[in-house]
């Protein structure tokens, strides 16, 4: 079968060479430095191994290292899939329970045997992760004269970034606002390449940092130690899990990793794809979805209101993806052959989350994606400050927030850690000040009615009501006909189109509707219209599945249809970098509302409650420690004989798994929260080094081929 994604409306064809490879001895193609879960993927094959547990069918989750759940043995080594490479002619079984031992005839043939002193690399500043957050403050260091090692575990610098197809949010002046994240990834990338005091170290793990300030990482099968004088931990967030039945079927993952899958790799990951969370991670990944040609069968949230930008919602309801609010997963379920998802159960809650009886409905669908939040991937901090070693961090590993706010995070860090080192530098207060605008959380909609212009033939209608830091569509407009007003006199008011004030009238030039993040904002022209009648141009980021002539249905902000315009004309342009602009003829009434054409045309209405036969039996606990597959029941049972040291579940093995506990640990802290203890009654869980599975052979780093792209005293 072909998994790949051939046609996207952002995302340029893959590029490079083709590999082979063998997948339980059968012949497969990989790309060239694809890795082995996308190479699979595309390949149709998703169950990646069995449990070691009780034999059930795994695949992957996080897609990012973190959870390892993906293991498979590759040339007679157990890997994780998501992070390792495809060679040509690599051998890849199923990882089917716990993974053998290499074999002697393998150590012989596979295992070096000469070995070396561990080099040891010297700088002033180590930044363990190169996404936004790290590499603005490794190009802030670069300009004051600190020399840095940047170290990231991917093979391309920009974190997140590199990941999305959208235009950000925040100010043009201070965090490209108005770029696409993929296009923020590439000048940060070329920014950190050009500047000689930066060392790039990518496909490089940091495992551990030690009471000697060292820092152990691995590349390319090596060890290294780094040596600086401070430490910046960028390392960014992981996915936080949920648990319900079935949250461990292959086919639920992480929004995170189905992003990786399709915006990175290019990979179809699904058909249908159900979505649980209304965060900004959620809402975006139902858009990237129906970007790559999926068909989002509903986002829900247990909220009354989605936590993401609203912006974002409307952008998947005006597509024609049903949002659910109030709404909980209460399973998902497997399929016919039993190892994968064939549909969700889901109910409403009512305000205390409790599920209303008799409003279960069965979803079919092949794909949960669980955007539940994110975490800090903290913990070498933790270690770094445990052992009093001048240690700072920046970006999500700090405080989760949108990117913009991290690059402003990444360059204070930079000042302070100056500052550290003896240089003096000035961190001006309104840095602090716009970081926060950049944190903040979405503010109050407003009531106002967005569009209709009286006395002039064109204008725009901003159909953006919630107050979020976003001023692109100011920037946009050359003619100064765009504001922000509100009372708060930052980013975070409201814009408004102001006929009256700006230098001139409105000219249709179409620049603030294509450089709204939100694409919130349509044009309407009156000229050379019939009576009554009015051109709308609307944003369009999707590969269109009409053409000039077509008929197509019209929504409003929030979804619902309006009537059917004629498309007149498709606008692309170079200048608006992939975002079309359609052109079509309606009623004026309708051209004042419209700001989508419903794409997702064909949707079946979820909202229509099933048989309750139809609903499907019980099929088993929820899982909450996915590595060693320990209920809710189980460590419930324990909390309430009074157990608050999470050391003692151990005992029942959760967080004792291969992710070293960092998918359940939150998730057990949740039923503690749950079971009324309060969090400083609870002892957290020993951590030790390493943050990282790490082959034992590495540490006796046996000599490798490769030249290192690093200088390193031994
Ligand atoms: S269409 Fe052009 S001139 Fe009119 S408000 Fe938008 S940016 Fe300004
Ligand atoms: S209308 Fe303006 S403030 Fe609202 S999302 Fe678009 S660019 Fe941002
Ligand atoms: S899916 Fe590979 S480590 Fe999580
Ligand atoms: S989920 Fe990995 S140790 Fe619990």
């Keep these: 079968m072909n998994g790949r994604i051939d046609s996207h409306p952002i995302l340029a064809p893959a590029r490079g060479g083709m590999v082979d490879f063998f997948w339980k001895g059968k012949k497969l193609r990989a790309r060239e430095g694809e890795v082995i879960s996308s190479a699979l993927f595309a390949a149709g094959e998703k169950i990646f191994g069995s449990h070691k547990k009780d034999g059930s069918a795994m695949g992957i989750f996080c897609a990012n290292g973190q959870c390892s759940q993906c293991l498979v043995v590759a040339d007679g080594l157990p890997v994780k899939a ?25 150590a012989r043939t596979n295992a070096g045997h000469e070995f070396q002193m561990v080099p040891v690399i010297r700088t002033q500043v180590a930044i363990i992760g190169g996404g936004p957050a790290g590499l603005k403050a490794a190009s802030q260091l670069a300009g004051m004269g600190i020399r840095s090692v940047l170290i ?42 050009s500047q000689p005091e930066i060392t790039v170290m990518t496909s490089t793990q940091a495992v551990a940092v030690f009471s000697d300030r060292r820092i152990g990482v691995v590349k390319n099968g090596s060890y290294v130690l780094v040596e600086p004088d401070a430490i910046l931990i960028a390392s960014g967030a992981r996915e936080k899990a949920l648990s319900f039945k079935g949250c461990e079927l292959p086919g639920v993952y992480g929004a995170g990793a189905f992003q990786t899958l399709v915006n990175r790799d290019l990979v179809r990951a699904s058909s249908k794809v159900f979505i649980v969370g209304g965060g900004n991670v959620g809402l975006i990944a139902g858009y990237h979805a129906m970007q790559a040609g999926m068909h989002v069968v509903a986002l829900i949230e247990a909220l009354p209101k989605v936590s993401g930008y609203k912006v974002h919602k409307d952008k998947l309801v005006r597509l024609g993806a049903p949002v659910l609010l109030s709404h909980t997963i209460l399973s998902a379920n497997p399929d016919a052959a039993g190892t994968g998802v064939g549909s969700v159960t889901i109910a409403k809650v009512d305000a205390s989350f409790k599920t209303v009886p008799g409003s279960e409905r069965v979803v079919a669908c092949d794909t949960v994606l669980v955007a539940a939040g994110l975490s800090p991937c903290d913990e070498l901090y933790r270690q770094a400050e445990a052992f009093g070693i001048k240690v700072f961090r920046a970006g999500d590993a700090e405080e989760i927030a949108e990117a913009s706010a991290a690059m402003f995070s990444g360059g204070i860090a930079a000042a302070k850690i100056a500052n550290a080192l003896g240089i003096k530098v000035e961190i001006p207060a309104v840095f602090q000040k716009k970081m926060n605008i950049l944190k903040s959380r979405p503010g109050n909609i407003s009531a106002r009615p967005a569009g209709g212009c009286s006395g002039v033939e064109v204008y725009p209608v901003i159909h953006c009501f919630e107050e979020i830091p976003c001023n692109p569509c100011v920037t946009a407009c050359n003619k100064g006909l765009i504001i922000l007003r509100g009372s708060s006199g930052t980013l975070m008011d409201l814009p408004y189109f102001v006929p009256g004030d700006g230098k001139g009238t409105c000219s249709g030039c179409l620049r603030c509707s294509v450089f709204c993040p939100g694409l919130a904002i349509s044009i309407v022209d009156k000229r050379k219209a019939p009576p009554g009648r009015a051109f709308v141009f609307i944003p369009f980021e999707l590969v269109p599945d009409f053409s000039v002539g077509s008929h197509v249905p019209l929504l409003d902000a929030e979804g619902v249809f309006i009537e059917e315009g004629e498309v007149v004309d498709i606008v692309d342009r170079k200048w608006q970098d992939k975002t079309l602009m359609i052109k079509v003829l309606a009623s004026a009434n309708a051209a004042d509302r419209a700001i989508g054409i419903k794409y997702q045309r064909d949707a079946e209405d979820i909202r229509v409650p099933v048989r309750p036969e139809a ?13 060693e597959k320990v209920t809710d029941r189980e460590i419930r049972a324990m909390v309430r004989e009074g157990f608050t040291d999470m050391n003692s579940l151990k005992a029942i093995r959760c967080m004792m798994g291969s992710c070293g506990g ?16 309060p969090s400083d009654k609870i002892t ?3 951590r030790r080094p390493l943050e990282a599975e790490v082959p034992l052979g590495v540490f006796a780093n046996p000599r490798i081929e490769e030249e290192p792209d690093y200088e390193a005293r031994v």
């Design 662 to 677: 960092k998918t359940c640990t939150p998730l057990i802290k949740r039923i503690f929260a749950e079971e009324g203890v």
């Design 615 to 627: 609903v499907p039996g019980d099929h088993g606990e929820n899982i909450v420690c996915r590595c």
């Design 684 to 686: 957290d869980p020993v």
């Design 152 to 193: 990231d575990d991917k093979p391309r610098l920009g974190g997140k970034l590199v990941l999305q197809t959208h235009t950000f949010f925040g100010s043009v002046e201070d965090c490209f606002a108005g770029t696409r994240g993929i296009d923020i990834a590439v000048k940060l990338e070329n920014e950190v390449l």
């Design 82 to 106: 998501c992070v390792t490479a495809v060679r040509p002619d690599m051998h890849i079984m199923p990882c089917e329970g716990v993974p053998a031992a290499p074999s002697e005839e393998w």
